[in-house]
């Protein structure tokens, strides 16, 4: 549990939401990591009882909450299993976009259903050719009157088979140079013609997590539907970036310490040669490298948490912690899926299934290779000089 949560309306709301997820959630999660999708109908309940979104404003639906309560329900959602990713996409990283840019008229349009659970969201920015390279995206969008005519395809869309509304990264002006400036952000509606999904993609892990292909042939968006100026979009991006990649390492640091401690249980009671594998030398060096790391990515965190919450630009610590705080949960996950033996390799085990979830921790959200240059872009080691 982060430190930061020590305020007792806090904790009381952190109780409450687990309370919830215990009922709501964890009997059914298995069944939904089998079906291979977490149904609209727990969406629906979570809105119903105010989780989602909880820092969008009173008059839109939302609590107007301090980003302390997304912190609390981003880490309770992450214990009961990484495949509610989804909906911290939702909360934190999509639906900000509108707060953020929207018109007033959109956000009365959409953001109550956002709340409620009645509009589900997704970004789409990843191309089959295109991964970090958002400046050389070929989704195109040419006006006509009132109306974007949208082309091209998405793929590794979190959100995309349920989505209702998607922020689809597209180029209105191809021609442009430097190439980002040609890019802009249309939300594309569900049923919106010349708009279908492809095929719920099969992952390695977070198999409850929607990911889907979505297709744009001739698709005619409402200009009304422009998210911001045209344009911009590229700088909108790179704006929220730093939230999204912080939501990541917190979900990542919380996995780590959710393998921790049921390893660290494990190892109390497994029993190898006539005593518990915990009372080995080797067993517990590397429970103590792994609890120091753990505590090391925690203050790290308490510290970005409370500089993004007051607006600072940290986008280079955020960065570090992106990276390091991904690869270190990596690592855990290995290591305890060892100290588990053979019974770790066990899809009984929760430690199997942390093992899968965990690895793409390090790709999504801009890859750790790229979180590695803009830290040294930002020291100075950028190109040219």
Known sequence: MMKLAHQEELQVFRQTFRRFLEKEAVPHYEQWEKDRLIPRSFWKKMG????????????????GADWLYAVAIIEEMERVGSGLAGI????????????????????????????????????????????????????????????????????????????????????????????????SLLVVERGTPGFER???????????????????????????NLLGEEGKGFYYLMNQLQQERLVVALSAWVAAEEMFRTTLDYVKKRTAFGRPIGQFQ?????????????????????????????????????SMAKWWLTEMAKRVAAQCMQLHG????????????????????????????????????????????
């Open 88 to 183: 911290a996409l939702h909360n934190e990283i999509v639906v900000p976009y509108l707060t953020a840019y929207g018109t007033e008229e959109q956000k009365q349009r959409w953001l109550p259903g956002c709340v409620s659970g009645d509009l589900i969201t997704a970004i789409a920015m990843t191309e089959p050719g295109t991964g970090s390279d958002l400046a050389n995206i070929t989704t195109t969008a040419r006006r006509e009157g009132d109306v974007y005519v949208l082309n091209g395809q998405k793929t590794f869309i979190t959100n995309g088979i349920h989505a209702d509304l998607i922020i689809v990264v597209c180029k209105t002006d191809p021609s442009a140079e430097p190439k980002h400036k040609g890019i």
């Open 48 to 63: 119903e009882n105010g989780w989602l979104c909880p820092t969008v404003e009173e008059r839109y639906g939302g609590a």
């Open 282 to 318: 080797h067993t517990q060096f590397t429970m103590a490298e792994m609890a120091t790391e753990i505590e090391l990515g925690r203050a790290f965190l308490e510290r970005l948490i409370e500089e993004h919450r007051k607006g600072v630009d940290c986008v280079t610590e955020v």
């Open 198 to 224: 492809g095929k719920k993609l099969e992952k390695v892990g977070l198999h409850c997590l929607d990911t889907a292909e979505l297709f744009f042939d001739e698709c005619r968006v409402p200009v009304r």
């Open 342 to 385: 053979g019974y770790g390799y066990m899809e009984e085990y929760p430690i199997a299934r942390r093992f899968r979830d965990i690895a793409v921790t390090s790709i999504y959200a801009g890859t750790n290779e790229i979180m590695k240059s803009i830290i040294a872009r930002r020291l100075g080691l950028g190109e040219g000089r």
